[in-house]
C-alpha cells in the first residue's frame, strides 16, 4: 500500500508512545487519582474530553518572533546579531466551507523594508504577490491543498480522539504501572513528588496493538480517518489489520511518567536507557524542559503569558555555547475579510518571462533592508 499510515516494527511502538505522550502534555494542572493506571486513564479522559464545540469555519491569527540568541563564536554571534535585528510577522486566515487561505508576510531590518508578500490559497492554486518587487501574482499549483481546510472541521477529529483515548484506556492492563517517590529540582528547589510511571516494552507492546487494532477497527473510526488523511476506507482499515498481524519490538523498554505533588500536576516525561524528554511545571506561566540525546543534556524554560486568544510563548535555552530566548506572539484576528484575488493580473510562474526575471532581481538589489543585511554580514 503506497504511503503506509502505520509504519512497521518499531514505528508502530513509537506511535503507541508518542499518542500516549500527546494526550499527557496538554495536562499542565489537574486534579487526579493516585492508583497508577487511573492517573494515566483519567489524564487521557481528560483530554478527549476537552470542548470541540467551537468549529469555527472561518480563523485568522497573526504572529511575530523576537528572538535574542548570543554566541561565543564572533562568527556565529555576527549572524546571530543579524537575525535579532529581524523583524518577522505575518497573518493567517483561513475560510475551510470556501476552501480559501490568506497568508501576508512582513519582514524587516533595522526598521528597514526588507520582503513583503502574500499567498491566496484557492482552486488548487497559490497566488503569490512579491511587494515592491513584481506588479502581478505569480500562480503556482498546489496539488492537494485542499487538506488543510479540514484542520478547521472538528467532528472528524472528535471522533479520533474519543475513540482513540477509549482504545487506549482498554488496551493499558493494571500490570504496566507503577509508583514511586522521587524529587524534581523546580524553580531552584527540591521538590518532592509521586512519579506514576507506564512502562512499554517487548512484552506489552503486541498485546497494545493487538487490543488498538481491535477497538480501532469500526466504521465510524475507519471513515473519520480517513477523511482527514486522504485515504480510502479500505486502506484505513488494511493498515490496522497490519498493525495487528506486524511483529513489533522495542530496542529499548519506553517509560512514561506522570508526576504529581499530593494530587496537584507537576510534569511528563517520556525515556529509554539513553534519551529523555521531559517537561515540569514551575509555576502557573513557567515550565522548564529538560533534554537528553546523544548522551548530552539540554535544559531551558518556556513561558506562557496571556490568554487563549492573545498570548507569548518565549523559549529560552543554552546549548553548546549558544544561549538567548525566542519569543512567538499570538493573537486572534476577528472581523476577517479576505482580499479579492487578482486572477487577471497573474502570471503562471513557468512562464515567467527573462525580462520580468531580471526586473526582480533588479528590484531586490535596490531593497534597502537587504542592502543593509548585506553589508552588515560582510563586514
Same mark, same amino acid.
Given at each position: 500500500m503506497?504511503? =503506509?499510515?502505520? %509504519? ?7 506511535? !503507541?508512545a508518542?499518542?500516549i ?10 486534579f487526579l487519582?493516585t @492508583?497508577p493506571k487511573?492517573?494515566?486513564?483519567t ?13 469555527? @469555519? ?20 555576527? /549572524? ?8 518577522i ?7 475551510s466551507?470556501?476552501? #480559501? ?14 520582503l ?5 490559497l484557492?482552486?488548487e492554486?497559490a497566488?503569490?504577490f512579491?511587494k ?8 503556482i499549483p498546489m496539488?492537494g ?6 484542520l478547521?472541521?472538528?467532528?472528524d477529529?472528535k471522533?479520533?480522539?474519543? #475513540? ?6 482498554k ?7 507503577s509508583?514511586?517517590?522521587s524529587k ?6 527540591k521538590v518532592k513528588?509521586? @512519579?506514576?510511571?507506564l512502562?512499554?516494552?517487548?512484552e506489552?507492546? @503486541?498485546?497494545?496493538?493487538? !487490543? ?6 469500526n466504521?465510524e473510526?475507519?471513515?473519520a480517518?480517513?477523511?482527514v488523511?486522504?485515504y480510502s476506507?479500505? %486502506?484505513v482499515?488494511?493498515?490496522?489489520e497490519?498493525?495487528? +498481524?506486524?511483529?513489533?519490538?522495542l530496542?529499548d523498554?519506553?517509560?512514561?511518567s506522570?508526576?504529581?505533588?499530593g494530587k496537584?500536576?507537576?510534569g511528563?516525561? /517520556? ?11 514551575? *509555576?502557573n &506561566? ?5 533534554i537528553?540525546?546523544?548522551k ?10 496571556g490568554?487563549?486568544?492573545?498570548f507569548?510563548?518565549k523559549? *529560552?535555552?543554552?546549548?553548546e +555555547? /549558544?544561549?538567548?530566548?525566542? &519569543?512567538?506572539?499570538v493573537?486572534?484576528? %476577528? ?7 487578482? *486572477?487577471?493580473n497573474? !502570471? ?6 527573462? =525580462?520580468? #526575471? ?10 534597502? +533592508?537587504l ?5 552588515n554580514f560582510? =563586514?
Amino acid at each position: 500500500m503506497d504511503g =503506509k499510515i502505520l %509504519e512497521k516494527n518499531k514505528k508502530g511502538i513509537i506511535l !503507541v508512545a508518542i499518542i500516549i505522550l500527546l494526550i499527557i502534555a496538554g495536562l499542565f494542572y489537574l486534579f487526579l487519582p493516585t @492508583k497508577p493506571k487511573s492517573v494515566f486513564t483519567t489524564a487521557i479522559n481528560k483530554v478527549s474530553n476537552m470542548s470541540f464545540d467551537k468549529n469555527d @469555519k472561518v480563523l485568522g491569527a497573526n504572529v511575530s518572533m523576537d528572538t535574542d540568541i548570543h554566541s561565543n563564536n564572533k562568527n556565529q554571534e555576527k /549572524i546571530f546579531n543579524i537575525i535579532n535585528d529581524l523583524d518577522i510577522s505575518y497573518n493567517f486566515l483561513m475560510d475551510s466551507d470556501k476552501k #480559501q487561505a490568506h497568508i501576508s508576510l512582513d519582514t524587516k531590518y533595522e526598521d528597514k523594508n526588507l520582503l513583503g508578500a502574500t499567498m491566496d490559497l484557492k482552486d488548487e492554486k497559490a497566488y503569490l504577490f512579491l511587494k515592491d518587487l513584481y506588479s502581478k501574482n505569480l500562480i503556482i499549483p498546489m496539488d492537494g491543498i485542499e487538506a488543510i481546510y479540514n484542520l478547521s472541521n472538528k467532528e472528524d477529529y472528535k471522533i479520533i480522539v474519543n #475513540q482513540i483515548s477509549k482504545a487506549l484506556e482498554k488496551s493499558l492492563k493494571d500490570k504496566y504501572f507503577s509508583k514511586e517517590s522521587s524529587k524534581l529540582e523546580l524553580d531552584g528547589k527540591k521538590v518532592k513528588v509521586d @512519579k506514576y510511571i507506564l512502562k512499554i516494552n517487548n512484552e506489552n507492546i @503486541k498485546e497494545i496493538a493487538q !487490543v488498538l487494532s481491535d477497538e480501532l477497527n469500526n466504521d465510524e473510526f475507519i471513515d473519520a480517518f480517513a477523511r482527514v488523511v486522504k485515504y480510502s476506507s479500505d %486502506e484505513v482499515k488494511e493498515a490496522l489489520e497490519e498493525m495487528k +498481524g506486524e511483529d513489533v519490538s522495542l530496542d529499548d523498554d519506553i517509560f512514561v511518567s506522570i508526576y504529581l505533588k499530593g494530587k496537584k500536576y507537576i510534569g511528563f516525561e /517520556i525515556a529509554d536507557s539513553k534519551e529523555k524528554l521531559a517537561i515540569y511545571k514551575e *509555576t502557573n &506561566t513557567k515550565y522548564l524542559y529538560d533534554i537528553t540525546l546523544n548522551k548530552k543534556s539540554y535544559k531551558g524554560n518556556i513561558e506562557i503569558n496571556g490568554v487563549k486568544k492573545n498570548f507569548d510563548i518565549k523559549v *529560552t535555552f543554552d546549548i553548546e +555555547g /549558544i544561549n538567548g530566548s525566542v &519569543t512567538m506572539k499570538v493573537k486572534d484576528l %476577528e472581523n476577517i475579510n479576505f482580499p479579492e484575488i487578482d *486572477t487577471k493580473n497573474s !502570471v503562471e510562474l513557468d512562464s515567467l518571462s527573462q =525580462k520580468d #526575471q531580471i526586473s526582480i532581481y533588479e528590484n531586490l538589489e535596490k531593497n534597502e +533592508g537587504l542592502i543593509s543585511l548585506i553589508e552588515n554580514f560582510s =563586514k
